[in-house]
């Protein structure tokens, strides 16, 4: 029995030095740890570790359009650089209910900002990581993402083979050259935008939305106003080519009731859905996304509209 637990406590120790070797070579080498099952998430994840501020006054939070639409300079220069972007891809309101309130449980800010469009409402099945605060503890960080890693190889090579494209070019629409603040400019060609992005479908009526969807909204606008921070969640404008002559009553309806849910509970709702400035076609690098010459209008027009209502001072 003896001898047992002995090889048992050698096979232990075995096993965590080839787990430490695995963390040094992935940390030298820049590899992407799997935390997740976004690889957008991860990538955020992994820079966002290098934040230095131990409070934020503004954190953005949400899907792409938060990340790609919110130009980071113009935040910067107008609020200060207390400021950090912790959007990623595909994160519907549930998801960003829950990163957001344990972003402001950490970094208590003043001020969220969430950009959305309405696809933000509908499911998706990011996990939801229950162990997101020890992605922040430097000990462990590593060991974890290296046992996710290694339990989920073939996914972690194919999301590292990509990353490695996206990390370093700002001509993909799948770009995760960050900025300091968490942000990603698309600067993308013309002749490189996808067809099938570019010329997607802008028919809200076949789209269907979750309700449990605004319910995660209320709770989440609810939750910030009783620690007395400030929510501003933004309506992005559409593409003007796009939303020209359609049925817009979805929209509408859509628009109203999240105007309805932030002003029930204190909260503030900028809608710039068919703003026809904001909406030029040259701004865009498919129907939703902008390019960065289109986020930093759209940000300015927030930052304004921000100052003109004079909830958060300089």
Known sequence: MKKFLIKILIWCIFCFALLCILCIYLSQKQFLPYYSNSMSMNAKLLQSQNIQNKSLNIIAIGSSITQDNLNSDVIVQHFGNSFYNFSSWGTDISETRYFCEYYVSKYHPKLVLILSYHKDFTKNNIIKL?????????????????????????????????????????????????????????????????????????DFSKTELDENQYKELDILAKNLHKQNIILVF??????????????????????????????????????????????????????WHQNETGAVQLTKRIAHDIDSLGILKK
């Not at 990603?184 to 490189?192: A, D, F, G, M, Q």
Request: charge should be negative; hydrophobic fraction near 35%.
């Open 130 to 202: 229950p162990y997101l605060p020890f992605v922040y503890y430097p000990i462990i960080k590593w060991y974890y993402a290296a046992y996710k890693t290694v339990i989920e190889l073939n996914s972690a090579i194919n999301d590292n083979k990509a990353y490695k494209i996206y990390r370093n070019n700002r001509e993909y629409i799948t770009s995760l050259m960050f900025d300091a603040y968490g942000g990603v400019s698309l600067t993308i060609p013309k002749e490189n935008i996808e067809p099938r992005r570019w010329n997607d479908s802008l």
């Open 234 to 287: 933004v309506q992005v404008p559409y593409r003007e080519d796009e939303i020209k002559g359609l049925d817009l009553t979805s929209l509408y309806k859509h628009t109203d009731k999240c105007r309805s849910i932030l002003s029930e509970n204190g909260q503030v709702y900028l809608n710039y859905a068919t703003d026809t400035e904001l909406s030029n076609i040259g701004y865009f690098v498919d129907v």
